[in-house]
């Protein structure tokens, strides 16, 4: 059941076939990206003294390192923690001490925030930076042996973004793995040796959970050589790489598409685009579809069902003809391979078909549950259904359409930025007697925060003093853009704001 066995196979059946790009530059074949991960593993073990179960932390941004650390814990038993590589230290500090990760792999760009991180945390025992000296001699270890593992053993601790001021760590099993590749290759797409995945999209998220179908099948993973996204870029790797895959949030696609290069852009190479995290407005599916033609694939998922709740298919995309299509192309689609889903009125009872409630799914993708923390578990895995917090509502072909987000997320980039984390932070202030924070549409980054702040009487609340709070203790990308004085904050008979009215506010 180990995940890693993916890897191993692909070796062994094409161990001269590209593995890992950085660029236009192969840095491994599949033979190499074995030995190597084999290698980790068996420092993991041997030089670091970790047991099976431990947990191996990851800051870094994108790189070909990536994939081979990933392959390498999993080999040796190990489960990993991928972390944003845009997070602020003192939540670096959080994940760390949460997980109770033994090691923790850098790249030299983030070294002085895990350094931070690490002085914090006494069972943080190994801080390794990629490329150094060190990282070069825990390769070149003796490989260890392919560990035996439980399906439910624990491999990808994904950190959610929290409600309630922390994240909760969702336990993804080799099971819940092993599901969510067998549905891409049902529901999402399918994949040839010879396509790559190009990871322009955070390897801690989307991006490096569909490395696994692509390793499944001998296909290159490539980093761009920023690491990160950037349009002129992808069109020059198009140029190189063929059948290529991108997992990509909805405004990576909208700036993709209003590129200047775009014009001159041969995208004939371009096979997929996956896109999901947040809506995708209709009129830019409908924009892209007609620039870049059939490539378009939606999912919906969640950190507790990785990538795997339903799929609008590339079929779907392209039936123009169909009575219901623009409806469908505003839904996140049908359900996925192997996925049950629901909607559920407040007593989870069902809701006839139309109606609207909590989208509930089930399915041997769904989390194990959170990391040492049994009351949320069983709170969200009642009844033995994945309570997602989402609106939604099912039409009688199957396709559900989101409705709200009852959690509030904001979607900014494709980061989730949750309120409450940023709400805490601001209330932090001497002079904040009540704030409250809302997203805002924006036509680059899909939405950007907003933040209401009700001052204490007589209190003097300067931008720049909630702007150095906020940036001593979230990450920078949380931070609100804009922050609005107001007397009071709309309210209901409960005492509980109205976020609606302050949404329909921020927009005028």
């Known amino acids: 059941m180990n995940i890693a066995q993916l890897l191993a196979d692909a070796a062994g ?28 593993g068996g420092s993991f073990l041997n030089d670091l003294g970790l047991a099976p179960g431990d947990r191996v932390a990851i800051a870094m941004k994108n790189a070909p390192e990536y ?84 399906g439910d053993a624990l491999a990808w601790l994904f950190y959610t973004s929290g409600t309630t001021g922390w994240p909760k760590g969702a336990m993804l099993t080799h099971r819940n793995l092993r599901a969510m590749n067998d549905a891409y290759f049902n529901t999402v797409d399918e994949i040839a040796p010879d396509d790559c995945i190009i990871h322009a999209a955070p390897y801690s998220h989307g991006s490096g959970l569909y490395m696994l179908p692509h390793v499944a099948r001998g296909a290159c993973q490539v980093v761009p050589e920023s690491g990160g996204f950037d349009p002129d870029e992808v069109f020059g790797l198009l140029g ?14 909208t700036r993709l598409i209003n590129a200047p290069g775009l014009a001159d852009a041969d995208t004939s190479n371009l096979k997929t685009i ?6 995708m407005y ?11 033609g059939p490539k378009l694939v939606q999912i919906y998922g969640q950190g507790e069902s990785p990538m795997t709740i339903t799929a609008v298919s590339r079929a779907v995309h392209t039936e123009t003809s169909h009575p219901h299509y623009q409806a469908r192309l505003a839904s996140v689609g049908t359900a996925q391979s192997g996925v049950d889903i629901r909607i559920a009125d407040e007593n989870d009872n069902d809701v006839p078909t139309g109606g609207i409630g909590e989208i509930l799914v089930c399915g041997d993708m769904v989390m194990k549950g959170y990391w040492q923390n049994p009351e949320a578990s069983a709170e969200t895995l009642r009844g033995g259904w994945l309570h997602t917090g989402d609106i939604g509502a099912l039409d009688e072909d199957g396709f559900l359409t989101l409705k709200d987000r009852s959690k509030d997320m904001i979607i900014s980039g494709g980061s989730n930025i949750y309120p409450r984390e940023v709400e805490e932070v601001l209330l932090r202030h001497a002079g904040v007697l009540e704030c409250s924070v809302v997203g805002r549409p924006h036509p680059d980054w899909g939405e950007e925060v907003i933040a209401f702040i009700v001052p204490k009487d007589g209190a003097e609340v300067r931008e720049a ?19 609005l004085t107001v007397d009071v904050l709309p309210k209901n008979n409960y005492g509980k704001v109205l976020k609606t009215e302050l949404r329909e506010l921020a927009a005028r």
């Not at 209709?282 to 870049?292: G, S």
């Open 13 to 40: 059946n094409s161990p001269d076939a590209p593995a890992l790009a950085r660029g236009n530059a192969i840095t491994a074949t599949y033979a190499d990206h074995a030995d190597r991960s084999a290698g980790l």
């Open 465 to 483: 003093e909630l702007d150095q709070l906020c940036l001593e203790h979230i990450a920078r990308f949380k931070r609100p853009k804009t922050y």
């Open 67 to 150: 994939s081979e650390i990933m392959f390498g814990a999993w080999h040796a038993g190990l489960a990993t923690v991928p972390m944003n590589a845009r997070l602020h230290p003192r939540e670096f500090a959080y994940i760390l001490e949460n997980s109770g990760a033994r090691a923790c792999f850098v790249s030299d760009d983030l070294d002085q925030s895990i350094v931070e991180a690490a002085a914090m945390i006494p069972s943080l025992e190994h801080v390794i930076v990629t490329g150094s000296a060190r990282y070069g001699e825990l390769l070149g270890a003796a490989p260890a042996e392919l560990a035996a593992v439980d």
């Open 282 to 292: 209709l009129e830019d599916c409908l924009k892209a579809l007609d620039l870049l």
């Open 274 to 279: 996956v896109y999901g995290g947040a809506p």
């Open 240 to 253: 190189s790489w063929k059948g290529a895959t991108f997992f990509f949030a909805p405004t990576m696609v």
